[in-house]
């Protein structure tokens, strides 16, 4: 359920920006309380927020009734056959279909292009260039990280859902290298059909990792049969590479898929020395799946775990709007001129999720760079179908 106070705001003509900035909240959390009902989980915010809300209602020209039944429940109208008003609610759970179709892939149809003055798609083909990533304060400190652990041997775990923007930051990383001349060597092993166990596909197995290694540093060097032969190869080069200026990465991404047994034995090649200085830096790249590989609670790979920074991919919420407005800005149009005011607040409304079966404080945000793009040219190509101006709310919510 939605709160009446959807409609005293339309009433008073409020923007929920400026909800949000009069109670030095989030965008998303004012959000989620008009269109879902869901309030923060601290009492003592909650009880401020509502303060400050009943404040800005009263200074707005609200009456009495009005400020009475804000806070109160109001299902979202739908119509039956007969053309009557059916409640509904706006908050339901998350299903496979629902986020198979937030996830697939959509195309801007050339009467959307025509329609909006779009030369190309924004999210088609468009990272070029540094310039064409958005960054925002999480992937700043994200980027950091990484550059940090590729030039002073550090340990980083990035994770973030599909579609979030870990392989965009891991290329951007391996570009920021290559343009700033920076003296680091990456070290990428194959992860093409690996998993977990051999029952599924294939195990990758700290072997792997040195012949990535060995390759990487010496092309043409014949890989040694004996592992500790090849544990000495891959020291000597490793010495090699660092005494001829470098620093050396070893990125794995899918890390999700990595078993524990070769998580342990990264541990050896971590504490591959040249006198004090650490001679390899590891970058895992991976899903949420990979928190319960790295939990601190597991006996058998804690050790290493407590040497993991870890960096998690946010949604991108109170950001969405830089984030949309940069896209477009990349293609040559100004964002206000395609989405209405009220557009950014519903598509965040609308990639909130409840688990199936879940309650309301488990509701939890999709606004992912992926399954936001997927949505916009959905929606862009929907208002082109009706010949609207800009994307709005209702254009959003019908999507």
Request: hydrophobic fraction near 40%.
């Amino acid at each position: 359920m939605r709160l009446n106070l959807k409609r005293v705001l339309a009433r008073l003509s409020v923007p929920q920006k400026d909800v949000a900035e009069r109670c030095e909240v989030s965008s998303a959390l004012i959000a989620q309380l008009v269109n879902h009902g869901i309030w923060p989980r601290n009492d003592s915010l909650r009880v401020e927020l509502h303060q400050r809300i009943t404040a800005l209602l009263k200074e707005a020209g609200a009456d009495g009734e009005m400020i009475a039944t804000a806070f109160e429940e109001w299902p979202l109208p739908r119509s039956n056959a007969e053309g009557a008003d059916v409640p509904t609610s706006t908050a339901t759970p998350e299903t496979d279909e629902d986020e198979h179709m937030l996830l697939r892939n959509e195309t801007l149809t050339h009467e959307a292009r025509e329609h909006f003055g779009l030369v190309r798609s924004p999210f088609i083909d468009d990272i070029a260039t540094l310039a064409d990533v958005f960054a925002c304060p999480s992937t700043r400190r994200a980027r950091a990280a990484l550059m940090d652990a590729a030039l002073n041997q550090g340990f980083v775990a990035l994770v973030g859902e599909s579609g979030s923007g870990k392989t965009t930051l891991r290329e951007e990383l391996e570009e920021r290298i290559r343009l700033e001349g920076k003296p680091v060597i990456v070290i990428k092993p194959y992860v093409m059909e690996m998993e977990s166990s051999d029952a599924r596909g294939n195990v990758m197995k700290s072997g792997q990792i040195a012949e990535a290694i060995i390759h990487t540093l010496d092309p043409g060097a014949t890989v040694r049969a004996s592992t500790q032969a090849r544990a000495r190869q891959v020291h000597a080069l490793l010495t090699s590479s660092q005494q001829a200026g470098y620093s050396n990465l070893l990125i794995v991404e899918e890390a999700h898929r990595m078993p524990k047994s070769t998580l342990r034995h990264l541990k050896s090649f971590m504490e591959m020395k040249h006198g004090l200085r650490r001679l390899l830096g590891v970058v895992l790249i991976g899903q949420p799946e990979l928190d319960m590989t790295l939990s601190d609670k597991l006996a058998d790979v804690r050790e290493i775990v407590q040497r993991c920074e870890r960096r998690e991919m946010l949604p991108l919420d109170d950001d969405l709007q830089p984030y949309l407005a940069h896209k477009f800005a990349r293609v040559g149009v100004k964002l206000a001129d395609l989405f209405a005011d009220d557009a950014c607040d519903a598509i965040r409304a609308r990639l909130v999720r409840i688990p199936r079966g879940g309650s309301r404080a488990e509701a939890h945000s999709i606004c992912y760079p992926l399954v936001v793009n997927n949505l916009v040219v959905r929606a862009l190509n929907a208002a082109a179908a009706v010949q609207f101006p800009r994307v709005d709310a209702q254009v959003i919510r019908g999507c």
